[in-house]
C-alpha cells in the first residue's frame, strides 16, 4: 500500500495551529507574527513527517553565490547562516565568495560567473560594482542586502540606516548627552550605510539645535580587510583613545557597528574610565554577542537571521519566474525595522 503524503493539515494537527499558519511559516512569509518557538516547532514537526513542498521540486540542486565582504564579523556570518538555512530546507547548493570589500576582487568575480552554470548570486552587502551588477541582474536572478534609499533595478532586502542613525540620535539626546563622537571605518560611496547612520544621526542633533557629532574615522584597504581579521575591532580601539585624550567634552560614542563599538568598549576601560558612568557606548546591528551578560551592548537591532532567509526566499522566487517567463517583470523591496536594545552602555551624561 502506498504511502499517504504529509499535508498541511497533518502538520497542523500535531502543532494545535491552523493550515493557514504552517503554510506561512514554511514558506518564510510574514514570520514576524509567530514566536521563534513556534516557528522551530513547525519545522522539526515537519522533518519529522518527512513533509515535501512539490513547489519546490525544481529549485533542488540549484546554485547560489554568495558575495560577502568578510566572515569575521558575526553580522555578516549570522546573515549568510539565515541564507544557507533556507537554501537547505529548498535544496539549493550555496558558495561564499569573500571580496574584502575590494572593488576589482568582485569585478572580476563577476565577470568570471556570468560565464558560469549558476542559478542566482546574492549580495550580503550592497555592491560596489552597481554597473556591472545591473547588467547582470537582467541575464540572472539577483539580489541585494541593501538599504531603504537604494533604488536598484533588482530585488532588495533593506533596512532604513537613516532612520537607525536617528534612533540612535534621540536616544542620546533624551538622555542628555550634546556631546557626541562617531567612529567608524572607511566612510565612502561604497559604504553608504555607514554614511546613512551618520546622516540620521545628525539630522536629529540638528533639529534639537546641537552641534553634529564629532566624526572620526579610518580608511581601511582591502589588503588590511585581508591580513588583519579584528580589523574593526583595531579601528574602534585606535580612534576612541583619540577621542578620549583630545576631546574632553564628548560624552558618548557611537561605532558605525557592534564590532567597532567593542573596540571603543576595552579602549575606554583600559584608559580607566568606566561604562556608562564616564561614557556612554552604542553600535548598530545587534549581532549575537551583545546579547551576553558579560559583553551587553545598547545596539540597533536589524533582524539579520530573517533578512538572511528572506533574501534566499526572493532568490528562489526568481529563479521560479524565470521559469515562468515573468523573470524581469517585477522589482521587490522588502524592508525591515531598527529596533533599539538599551542594554545599559547609555545612561545620562556625566556631570
Known amino acids: 500500500m502506498k504511502k499517504q503524503k504529509t499535508t498541511l493539515s497533518d502538520i497542523a494537527k500535531k502543532t494545535n495551529l491552523s493550515s493557514a499558519s504552517i503554510s506561512m511559516i514554511l514558506s518564510g512569509k510574514k514570520l514576524n507574527r509567530f514566536s521563534i518557538e513556534t516557528i522551530d516547532l513547525v519545522k522539526k514537526t515537519a522533518k519529522e513527517l518527512n513533509y515535501t513542498n512539490n513547489k519546490h521540486k525544481s529549485l533542488v540542486g540549484k546554485t547560489i553565490i554568495i558575495f560577502c565582504p568578510s566572515v569575521y564579523n558575526p553580522y555578516y556570518s549570522t546573515l549568510i547562516q539565515g541564507m544557507e538555512q533556507k537554501a537547505i530546507e529548498l535544496g539549493i547548493r550555496t558558495l561564499i565568495k569573500t571580496t574584502y570589500w575590494d572593488l576589482s576582487i568582485e569585478k572580476d568575480s563577476l565577470s568570471y560567473l556570468s560565464t558560469m552554470p549558476i542559478s542566482g548570486i546574492i549580495f550580503s552587502m550592497i555592491p560596489e560594482n552597481i554597473d556591472s551588477v545591473k547588467k547582470l541582474s537582467k541575464q540572472i536572478p539577483l539580489v541585494a542586502v541593501g538599504d531603504e534609499d537604494t533604488t536598484f533595478d533588482f530585488d532588495t532586502v533593506n533596512i532604513n540606516n537613516f532612520e537607525a542613525g536617528k534612533i ?19 566612510l565612502n560611496e561604497y559604504h553608504s550605510a555607514r554614511t546613512r547612520r551618520l546622516d540620521g544621526i545628525k539630522h536629529v542633533f540638528n533639529l534639537n539645535n546641537l552641534n553634529p557629532p564629532l566624526v572620526l574615522s579610518q580608511d581601511i584597504l582591502p589588503q588590511e580587510e585581508i591580513s588583519t581579521a579584528d580589523i574593526e575591532f583595531n579601528t574602534g580601539y585606535k580612534l576612541a583613545k583619540i577621542c578620549i585624550e583630545k576631546y574632553k567634552d564628548i560624552t558618548a560614542i557611537v561605532g558605525i557597528n557592534d564590532m567597532v563599538a567593542y573596540g571603543i568598549i576595552n579602549s575606554i576601560k583600559d584608559n580607566n574610565y568606566k561604562i556608562p558612568e564616564d561614557y556612554s557606548v552604542c553600535g548598530f546591528d545587534n549581532i549575537f554577542p551583545s546579547k551576553f551578560s558579560s559583553l551587553n551592548l545598547t545596539t540597533i537591532e536589524h533582524s539579520i537571521f530573517q533578512r538572511g532567509e528572506k533574501a534566499m526566499n526572493l532568490i528562489a522566487s526568481k529563479i521560479t519566474d524565470q521559469k515562468n517567463n515573468e523573470y524581469n517583470l517585477q522589482v521587490t523591496r522588502i524592508d525591515y525595522k531598527s529596533r533599539l536594545k538599551d542594554r545599559k552602555t547609555t545612561s545620562n551624561p556625566r556631570s
Open 168 to 186: 540612535i540620535g534621540n536616544h542620546l539626546i533624551e538622555l542628555g548627552h550634546k556631546k557626541i563622537a562617531y567612529i567608524s571605518t572607511s
